[in-house]
């Protein structure tokens, strides 16, 4: 605590120093944390000095121009030295003001010897990585105050030495703040007056060694997820890259950082090259990622920075595109920072586990001249692209309704995506123009329920079963069918296989007009290895036109087939196993598909009906309005479909309606 000294005991003090011949120390307190003298009786004669009101501890006060740390230390350093030949036996005013702040701030005892050490510590203590921070000019109003003293010695006639004393004063001006943060609690270790440099003389909280142990990790993420997969001039989603902060250090040091942006060729190896972070290393990302087989370039970066929240988000990268990079590239996004702990050199750096874009395909399908029914979900994948300055989604689109008893999800009714793309599009909207949902229905407990983004598409939970096709045309006592049979113009009704058949090659043929050939073969795995086509020729009649059925266990499309005129059929007998439509051969239900399989389009003009579709194709998806919108499966339910079977049905003298439903009319 401060200690209350009386003239007589203080002159008796600086006597008996002077006769050891030593140097004068004003006030000393050995182990007293820092403060003032507090000085309550009335001022005795001081040889024109005073204690009270307007005695300035540096003369000039602090100039505008003291505005950081280093400028600070910059001025207080050449106050103190203005002492006459370095000596202290009568400290002037503005040597005794320096040291008293020096030793208030420092908090190690009142003394007016301040060494270099002292300087270079208390410039370390003043730093942001300490926790510290300055307000350089803040109005502050007090009644605490502090002055430049002077005592009277008789032996040292003139040479009286200055001290600062604590008053009880109402003040109010322009001051130095100094505060710190200690685990989160922020203390005013200092505040200083700017028109006298005198300290507040309630302040006596020295500065501390703050916890200097902190841990940085940076991240680089799209939605919480460390990858994307886009198309091929696709727009890549808004990407956040961010510095979390771990240890009990509020502050990290200067902090420089770099964000950099990588591509990767297709089939790059090895892929840990871009799957995992680069261990600490001495350069920044551009140049460690390059190194690891990387064509990289900065997107962002930044230098100094001092982290003190457990998380900062350092930017969002947005408008961003895959540009011509093709099929199978990466394109990477690295945050580095240097840094990265209290304990790394200054040339250190970490970076952060790669996002990755992947440009890949995303093949569509298109379902033309009719519905999509499904008692399951109804998935597909959605892709948005700059098109002429507009952004346009593209993607899976039937041209009618969607009836789904499970979820619909990025499947577009009333043609929404067809090309060139749909510019503002939402999952569902009462806008029609916008919405991919215009003809999918639902199930709504309100008459007047609006399409919004946020409603559930599907669950539609009036799905009617599909007529069964296969017992319009019975297999027994049907004639056996031969793999090439569909280009022998003479073979021509109903057909099926041997019973013990579970394999089947279908070749294919076109088929003449006047002439149809259905093949029901409910034990066998049928795959289609042919084009299926019908005559182009003129028909005089519904009964010349040409049509084929194919019922199977389960139907497979071989890579090279590209068009099928056929009704397919794949029937599972308990509607759980089998009734499988594979259109990839190659890739069949397991096999992982890559965009250099079944790059064929494939165009299916007839009924499909089966009980699992696994669509392999991957052609389409290109670039452009019109690249984009190409479709790898084609569905197309033509009329000469509904024509044929109704030519049937009157041969048979049977015509039966089994349902029927209301949509809007298409033009």
């Given at each position: ?19 050891i011949g030593t140097f004068i120390v004003i006030g000393a307190q050995p182990a007293q ?381 009333a043609s929404a995506l067809a090309s060139p793309g749909q510019a503002g599009s939402e ?239 298409r033009l």
């Open positions: 605590m401060n200690r209350l000294l009386t003239k007589p005991l203080f002159v008796k003090a600086a006597l008996a120093l002077v006769m944390a820092a403060g003032f003298l507090n000085l309550t009786g009335p001022s005795p004669p001081d040889n024109g000095s005073r204690y009270g009101v307007g005695g300035y501890v540096i003369d000039a006060g602090v100039p505008g121009w003291v505005n950081s740390v280093p400028s600070l230390m910059s001025y207080l350093r050449s106050k103190y030295n203005e002492a006459p030949n370095g000596r202290f036996i009568a400290p002037h005013k503005n040597q005794a003001g320096v040291a008293n702040l020096v030793r208030l701030l420092l908090g190690d005892g009142r003394s007016y010897i301040v060494t270099n050490a002292d300087f270079v510590r208390l410039e370390r203590l003043l730093q942001p990585s300490n926790g510290v921070s300055i307000s350089w000019n803040q109005w502050v109003t007090g009644t605490s105050n502090t002055t430049s003293c002077r005592h009277f010695v008789p032996s040292m006639p003139g040479a009286d030495p200055y001290d600062v004393c604590r008053i009880t004063e109402n003040w109010a001006g322009s001051s130095i703040v100094i505060r710190q943060n200690i685990n989160g609690v922020n203390n005013v270790r200092g505040i200083i007056q700017r028109v006298c440099l005198n300290p507040d003389g309630n302040t006596n909280s020295a500065l501390v060694e703050a916890p200097q142990d902190y841990n940085l990790t940076p991240t680089t993420t799209s939605g919480g997820s460390s990858r994307v997969v886009t198309e091929a001039g696709g727009t890549i989603p808004a990407i956040e890259y961010r510095v979390g902060k771990t240890g009990a250090a509020v502050n990290s040091r200067a902090t420089n950082w770099q964000l950099a942006r990588c591509t990767y060729p297709p089939s790059y190896n090895p892929t840990t090259n871009y799957e995992q972070a680069a261990p600490l290393n001495s350069s920044n990302a551009v140049v460690t990622y390059t190194a690891r087989g990387g064509t990289c370039n900065q997107a962002d970066a930044g230098a100094s920075r001092v982290f003190s929240s457990s998380s900062t988000l350092l930017g969002t990268l947005t408008g961003l595109n895959t540009g011509s990079a093709p099929v199978g590239s990466r394109i990477c996004y690295i945050l580095s920072v240097s840094p990265p702990n209290h304990t790394a050199a200054t040339s250190v750096w970490r970076h952060s586990t790669p996002f990755c874009v992947v440009v890949a395909k995303q093949p569509k399908v298109q379902i033309l001249g009719g519905d999509l029914r499904t008692a399951g979900d109804a998935n597909a994948s959605i892709s948005t692209k700059d098109i002429s300055g507009v952004q346009r989604t593209f993607g899976s689109w039937v041209e009618y309704g969607i009836f789904a008893g499970g979820r619909v999800t990025n499947f577009a009714s999952s569902c909207s009462p806008t029609a123009s916008l919405s991919r949902a215009s003809l999918s229905f639902t199930n709504s407990v309100s008459s007047s329920a609006n399409c919004l983004s946020t409603t559930t598409i599907g669950s539609y939970s009036s799905i009617r079963a599909l007529p069964d096709i296969a017992s319009v045309f019975p297999a027994t006592n049907a004639p056996r069918l031969a793999s090439n049979d569909l280009a022998n113009q003479s073979r021509q009704g109903v057909f099926t296989l041997d019973p013990n058949t579970t394999s089947f090659n279908l070749a294919g043929g076109t088929i003449q007009s006047g002439r149809w050939v259905v093949l029901n073969a409910p034990n066998a795995t049928v795959t289609i290895t042919g084009n299926i086509t019908y005559s182009s020729a003129a028909l005089s009649t519904i009964a010349n036109i040409p049509q084929v059925v194919i019922i199977a266990r389960n139907i497979i499309v071989a890579d090279s087939v590209t068009q099928i005129d056929a009704w397919l059929v794949a029937r599972s007998p308990d509607g759980i196993n089998d009734g499988k439509l594979i259109t990839c051969s190659s890739a069949g239900e397991t096999t992982p598909l890559t965009a250099a399989m079944c790059t064929s389009p494939l165009t299916v003009n007839g009924p499909v009906v089966a009980t699992k579709i696994f669509l392999g194709r991957t052609a389409g998806s290109t670039t452009g309005p019109v690249g984009s919108a190409e479709p790898a499966e084609t569905f197309n339910l033509r009329p000469d479909a509904y024509m044929w079977a109704y030519q049937i049905s009157s041969t048979n003298g049977r015509v039966q309606t089994v349902y029927t439903t209301e949509l809007p009319p």
